[in-house]
């Protein structure tokens, strides 16, 4: 079985290079092509001798692959399947937002954390993608060469599979590969201690935690995590940074009718985050199969966000997008319907 290029990093494919008998310079070429010029065939590569292709092919494959299916929202978003080994599959989802164009990624097949409201958590965990595999629905959809910003919240939990994601971050922000500004990166965690240190420590990517409900006890009915990694102990970490710069944190809060959405979740919430400088997010909950809640009304969800930003927290009501394709929050689940 051939080795894939796609995932390793500048000084790696110098390493493949010297290793099948090639030139350094020859390893610095793959790695323009492959994250610069995007090439998804050795054909592209047109500055690489043929001796040196075959040279490489014998033990290596360039590791891109076409989606597999492709649905279409409505409102625009895109929503991509890839097919991995065996019968797993992950989905990206591409959301357009005038100019800007944002790429939900996936991380693993399925999670281990098994969030009840959510479909990825809910089918249980299957592996890990490695940095090739995530890189790949970077580059192999239509909308690669316009993508602007990309949140690692699609399928998986990053940090519970953090060694591929921060390769593929290191390669999405070094000035050889794809050039990225951190500041177009955000990552997206249930709050899982302490590589949410080494990922702090080590990146400047913006932050989103998964939150929605402020009391432990009530959190931990629909996340189970909560029992490894309190909420309070994840916001006491935080506070060690700073967010009052270019890096920012937010804190995803879905909203169930009847469950976290009342005066008393609101108050909670404000004491949790009290003094920390951050944005909360309210996400629409979209109804999926045998579960019994429902999403809060518009106008409760409005009170809500009221109450917070009268305590000076930065509060919005986030835009549902992709629903109708099954792309929106919580709703991945490496199925495609065709719209």
């Known amino acids: 079985m051939k080795t894939k290029l796609l995932g390793k990093t500048p000084d790696e494919l110098v390493a493949v290079a010297v290793d099948c008998g090639l030139k350094p310079f020859v390893g610095r070429q793959l790695a323009e092509w492959l994250y610069v010029k995007r090439a998804v065939s050795w054909d592209r590569m047109t500055n690489v001798s043929n001796a040196a292709k075959a040279a490489l ?14 649905a279409l929202s409505s409102d625009g978003t895109v929503k991509y399947l890839f097919a991995l080994s065996g019968t797993d599959a992950v989905e990206a989802v591409m959301i357009p937002d005038d100019d800007r ?3 939900c990624v996936s991380s693993q097949a399925g ?25 790949n629905q970077f580059l192999s959809i239509p909308e690669a060469p316009e993508l602007t910003n990309a949140v690692f919240m699609g399928m998986g939990e990053p940090l519970d599979n953090y060694a591929a994601v921060s390769k593929a971050i290191e390669i999405l922000t070094d000035p050889k590969c794809f050039g990225w500004s951190p500041k177009r990166i955000t ?13 702090l420590d080590g990146q400047r990517c913006h932050l989103a935690v998964s939150l929605h409900n402020p009391f432990p006890e009530e ?5 189970p995590a909560q029992k490894a990694w309190p909420i309070s102990d994840v916001v006491d970490l935080i506070r060690h940074y700073d967010f009052s710069g270019q890096r920012r944190v937010s804190f995803e809060y879905t909203m169930f009718d009847g469950w976290n959405d009342d005066k008393r979740h609101a108050d909670a919430l404000i ?19 045998d579960f019994p809640y429902r ?3 518009d106008i409760r969800m409005q009170e809500f966000q009221t109450r917070l930003a009268n305590h000076g927290i930065v509060c919005t009501i986030r835009a549902s997008r992709g629903e109708d394709i099954l792309a929106a929050c919580g709703m991945l689940a490496g199925q495609h319907s065709q719209r």
Not at 219 to 223: D, L
């Open 271 to 289: 004491r949790l985050l009290a003094g920390l400088e951050c944005r909360v997010n309210l996400i629409r909950f979209h109804e999926i199969p």
């Open 57 to 70: 092919q014998e033990k290596y494959e360039l590791g891109t692959y076409a989606p597999a299916g492709r």
């Open 295 to 297: 999403c809060s009304p």
């Open 219 to 223: 959190r931990m009915e629909m996340m």
């Open 101 to 103: 164009k944002t790429l």
């Open 111 to 135: 999670c281990k954390m098994g969030c009840r409201f959510c479909m990825t958590g809910r089918q249980g965990w299957h592996g890990n993608l490695d940095a090739g595999d995530i890189l």
């Open 187 to 199: 990552l997206s965690t249930i709050g899982v201690l302490p590589v949410l240190k080494t990922f």
